[in-house]
Structures are given as structure tokens and as C-alpha cells.
């Protein structure tokens, strides 16, 4: 199984990048989707995700209104439309699937792509 998370790449404050999640070896249409991000020092935060008991899209409130998610039609393409990027911004993007959007745990997740956002 594998998640293969890119796009990520420097961008200056208020600019945009979007991030792209490739699946293999597990049908991602049977999870919750989503991303999270790790920043050095930090723990990891949940930003996005399908929700896949409802169709909902959950989002952190530090990405409401700049981030959004999509999906290819064949479920196992999901992106990362990331807007209005500031330095907080700054981490390691990762894309996951899990049983539930909220769950602690985590059924598989990528080695992630690095966003750094210059002011």
C-alpha cells in the first residue's frame, strides 16, 4: 500500500500550491480521506477530509475558507487546493485514510511533501 503525496514546494506568503495524493494497493473510496500536516516540533494536525459515512468534508478551523479538498472519479487521486498560504503554513503535507475522519488512528498514510511559505 502506498500514499504518494506531491506538489508541495516554496511559495511566498499569499500564494497558492495545490497537493496531489496518488493511492496504490487500497481502494481509498472505502476510508475517510483526508490530509494533515506535521511542522517540526509540532504534533500533527488534521486539516481536511471526506468524510465517508456522510459525504461531508470536514476542515480545521486554521484552513476553513483557504484549503479545500477534491477527488479524481476514480476515488484514489485526491488533492490539496491550498489558498492564501502563510508562513504558519509551513510543514510536511501528508495525505492519510482512516476509518472515520475523526479517529486517532490512522489505516495508512504517505511519506508526505514539504510546503514552505516565505513572508
Known amino acids: 500500500v502506498q500514499l504518494q503525496a506531491s506538489g508541495g514546494g516554496l511559495v511566498q506568503s499569499g500564494g497558492s500550491l495545490r497537493l496531489s495524493c496518488v493511492a496504490s494497493g487500497v481502494t481509498l473510496t472505502d476510508y475517510s480521506v483526508g490530509w494533515f500536516r506535521q511542522a517540526p516540533g509540532k504534533e500533527r494536525e488534521g486539516l481536511i477530509c471526506?468524510?465517508?459515512?456522510?459525504?461531508?468534508?470536514g476542515y480545521a478551523d486554521s484552513v476553513k475558507g483557504r484549503f479545500s479538498i477534491s477527488r479524481d472519479n476514480d476515488g484514489n487521486t485526491v488533492y490539496l487546493q491550498m489558498n492564501n498560504l502563510q508562513p504558519e503554513d509551513t510543514a510536511v503535507y501528508h495525505c492519510a485514510a482512516a476509518d472515520d475522519c475523526d479517529s486517532d488512528y490512522l489505516n495508512y498514510w504517505g511519506q508526505g511533501t514539504l510546503v514552505t511559505v516565505s513572508s
Open positions: 471526506f468524510r465517508k459515512r456522510d459525504g461531508n468534508i
